[in-house]
């Protein structure tokens, strides 16, 4: 008995230490959990793909091929694996055998797969360490050694640098070493299951990669393992760094977990949304995740938001890795839509840190300010003007949408000096800003730099001036609010006298010293229309011509016309499609009730999401081509912009007032969308929810509302022309309401006190034949052949559809109830839709083409 009971216990030890004789350095596999944002596909090498926290960035492609970035520091670059089979010498690249990619928030897993061996390599990059980690699972038939191989960097963002770096194998870590003669900068890599394979030079880096490998003698021994390799850097002793690296191998499962959790969170307690496009609704979730990866804890100064991310090759910027104080408040504007209202505060004060004494916000800070003289040694601090009245544009924005007066009083001071410095660059007092004394604008270089003002830093600057009434009554300041509001009513006079292009009938993109128009017609325009700057009318035929072909494309809305003697279709600023001036204007389209053209830019930019690096939206495409150029950052937060603005206040119809306690929700849905759920839209410390259910006479709204007391709900759903609005109750009592026609829809206006808990209610009325949106289908190299959807007029009973398509092709529009449709001019009817072909006049080119309704 006793023999028997030594002999079980021995065994049960041996057990227990049986994979550590068998596999040192392995780690039990663990659940890598499922996720509702998975995207897969086969994998592409060259497409990047990045994994990011506040403290460190792994910036990849799709080969596995990865640099790595401890902020501010670069630590390494050019990663690859290679594979040997048995006793073979002749390595097998990764990127020769990549199958797949799956990308979550928290993780990302290529499948690499051989005729002998299939290993999927789990990239994980904690939130808020600065480190990474990388687990490896192997099936094989085989005997395989794995070989790692990097180049050691250990460089700093430009303009910094250093010198004196050196690596080492250190075999009591299983690590190289990177480190530098003054021994205040460090990184590590390497694996507990790994050997040093490189001599490295004492007191320089090598040409050659440094390698290390990971040898599996029994694959058997491996299964059900993780194989990791750790990576940890940054500035600090060595003992410090080596500590972080540690901490990592200590239980690698916590931190996949944390970042499961982290994402969790982001999606459940910010708004969600779910249409029948569920295309739209995934991009969507992927653009707060970009959105939150892009903030980062720099350890000189503090926590921020840059304006994107992209691997840097042999250079020494990750993409946009830098702080862009323009681009930080263009995308507050994103971060307080879906309720991401401490990460926008953040976003706020940490731009206040580098404002000049004059009152001028900074344009760019690199993320190496520690080891430079940045303001002083270099000039593009503070190059452009539109910056200044963009942060008074944003804390009004952020104050309106939280209620957090406190910090706008604590900030005062700072708003004041900002609002001075934007009226002291009016130089020809016309109550603008000149872009000669504020600095650049819309456009960074080139033939039409050389103006006075040009209407994007015109419409920030109106914008400014109507928020800083607004502003200063919070900071109970008469004197900066009477003399804003003043500076408000002179300056958007000015907006439409000086920049209104008589003969072409748009606002134009700028003015010169003489003060006459620039004749070029731009996307700019589109910001102040988004703002209702202009007039009514003037701004609806300025959004006609924005929706013409020569400027929107089937991926997105180009820079400058294409018939502009500027064009130039990879020219960053004259001709390229930029995602974030797609948001504006679709933006402006959705506020002047143009909802049909709003949701085809809206769709054209969210499908971005998942055709370069899944789950982010590059800089910059061709304005040619749906391509990206190969200088494209792949994360950029301003084109993430382009899917959050445009479906949040423009689809959605959403944007609230916590100061005044109220709430706007006009949803300007397609008239085939029977449902939409909308959960947990925060205006201060309330919420609201909707669920929304269209039938073919009557819509029913559930409204649910948390610590909304004496709120109030504009509502305002946008309807067909045409549209007879016959009864509406809440909570089955009747409740007056007034309809208006707009541009392309027919509204049904209410205010409802809010009762917090749970409302109900309905709508009737009789239904009119509706055109649907027109969905771009473009792949990736197309050229522009989609149909353009100009205007949707009503003239009595008949309803006229301006369009523009190639010269002999058959296009067709989506619409409802057909059977209300008693004549059509220009096309046939068939079923629930219209079907035409565009007169081939052998132009190869887009030709208008008109279509009449006649209905019942």
């Known amino acids: 008995m006793k023999k028997n009971t030594f002999v079980s216990a021995l065994m049960a030890i041996f057990i227990g230490f049986l994979p550590l004789y068998a596999q040192k350095g392995t780690i039990p596999a663990f659940e890598l959990k499922s996720n509702p944002l998975t995207l897969k596909r086969q994998a592409r090498p060259g497409r990047p793909f990045d994994k990011v926290g506040r403290k460190f960035a792994v910036l990849a492609d799709e080969s596995g091929s990865f640099e790595a970035w401890a902020y501010p520091l670069k630590i390494l670059r050019n990663f690859t694996f290679s594979f040997l089979v048995g006793s073979s010498t002749r390595p097998i690249p990764g990127k020769d055998i990549v199958r797949y990619i799956s990308v979550t928030p928290e993780a990302t897993t290529l499948t690499y797969t051989f005729q002998s061996f299939t290993i999927n390599a789990t990239f994980i990059t904690p939130v808020d360490e600065p480190g990474g980690i990388v687990l490896l699972q192997v099936d094989s038939t085989h005997p395989l050694t794995l070989i790692c191989g990097f180049l050691p960097v250990l460089q700093p963002m430009w303009p910094a640098g250093l010198g004196g770096q050196f690596a080492y194998w250190n075999d009591k870590h299983k690590a190289y070493i990177i480190s530098e003669s003054k021994g205040q900068n460090h990184g590590f890599i390497g694996s507990p299951a790994a050997q040093g394979l490189s001599y490295t030079p004492a007191h320089m880096l090598s040409d050659a990669p440094n390698e290390f490998k990971i040898e599996i003698s029994d694959p058997e021994l491996v299964r059900d393992k993780f194989i990791p390799i750790y990576m940890a850097g940054g500035k600090g002793t060595r003992e410090n760094v080596q500590k972080i690296y540690q901490r990592l191998q200590s239980d690698p499962e916590k931190y996949y977990r944390k970042n499961h959790t982290h994402y969790k969170n982001l999606r459940e307690n910010t708004l969600k949304v779910e249409t029948p496009n569920k295309k739209l609704d995934m991009a969507f979730e992927w653009a707060k995740v970009a959105f939150d990866n892009l903030l980062v804890e720099n350890p000189d100064l503090g926590k921020g938001l840059v304006a994107g991310l992209g691997a840097s090759g042999t250079s020494g910027r990750p993409g946009f890795g830098w702080f862009f104080g323009g681009d930080a408040y263009i995308n507050s504007f994103s971060l307080l839509s879906y309720g991401a209202q401490e990460s926008a505060r953040d976003t706020l004060a940490f731009t206040q840190k580098w404002q000049r004494k004059d009152g001028k916000m900074a344009h760019e800070l690199t993320q190496a300010e520690g080891y430079v003289n940045w303001w002083n040694d270099y000039h593009y601090g503070y190059i452009h003007g539109d910056t200044t009245p963009y942060y008074i544009a944003a804390m009004y924005d952020y104050v309106k949408s939280t209620g957090d007066v406190a910090f706008v009083k604590a900030n005062w001071e700072s708003l004041q000096r900002a609002y001075d410095w934007c009226l002291s660059t009016d130089a020809n007092k016309d109550s603008l800003m000149d872009n000669k004394k504020a600095g650049l604008g819309a456009l960074e270089y080139g033939a039409l730099t050389g103006i006075e003002t040009d209407i994007y830093l015109a419409a920030v600057w109106i914008r400014a001036a109507f928020a800083m009434q607004f502003l200063a009554k919070i900071a ?44 070029e017609i731009s996307p700019w325009n589109a910001v102040g229309m988004m703002w209702e700057l202009g007039t009514e009318e003037r701004s609806l035929s300025s959004l006609g011509r924005l929706c013409s072909s020569d400027l929107n494309t089937d991926w997105g809305i180009r820079s400058i016309s294409i018939n502009s003697k500027y064009f130039q279709p990879l020219n960053y600023n004259y001709g390229a499609v930029w995602p974030f001036l797609t948001s504006w204007v679709s933006s402006a389209l959705y506020k002047h009730h143009m909802p049909q053209q709003g949701y085809g830019l809206l769709t054209s930019t969210a499908n971005h999401t998942f055709e370069h690096a899944l789950g982010s939206i590059t800089e910059v495409f061709s304005g040619a081509n749906n391509v990206w150029p190969r200088e494209a950052v792949s994360h950029q937060g301003f084109s993430t912009a382009g899917v959050v603005l445009p479906f949040v206040r423009g689809l959605l119809g959403l944007e609230g007032n916590a100061l005044e306690k109220t709430l706007t929700f006009s949803p300007h849905f397609p008239a085939n969308w029977e449902h939409v759920s909308i959960k947990d839209y925060s205006i201060g410390k309330a919420k609201f929810s909707f669920d929304y259910e269209r039938k073919t006479d009557a819509l029913s709204l559930k409204i649910q509302t948390k610590n909304a007391k004496g709120y109030k709900i504009l ?42 808990g749970k409302m109900q209610l309905d709508l009737g009325f009789v239904p009119t034949t509706e055109i649907l949106p027109v969905v771009p289908n473009s792949r990736i190299g197309d050229r522009n052949k989609g149909l353009k959807l100009i205007s949707v007029k009503k003239n009595a009973s008949r309803l006229i559809i301006q369009v523009e398509g190639l010269a002999g092709s058959n296009y067709a529009l989506g619409i409802t109830h057909p059977e209300l449709i008693v004549k059509v001019e220009g096309a046939k009817l068939e079923d629930d839709k219209i079907k035409f072909n565009i007169l081939d006049d052998k132009s190869h080119q887009f030709v208008s083409h008109r279509i009449i309704l006649h209905l019942q």
């Open 476 to 519: 109970e300041d008469n004197t900066y609010a009477t003399d804003a509001a003043e500076q408000f009513k002179k300056s958007k006079q000015a907006f439409d006298s000086n920049f209104w292009d008589t003969e072409n009938q748009f606002y134009a993109y700028a003015f010169n010293t003489e003060g006459e128009t620039v004749k």
């Open 715 to 756: 509502f305002a759903p946008a309807f067909g022309l045409g549209t007879e609005f016959i009864s509406l109750t809440v909570d089955g009592e009747p409740l007056e309401m007034k309809t208006e026609e707009k541009a392309q829809v027919a509204q049904a206006i209410a205010e409802i006190p809010v009762k917090d």
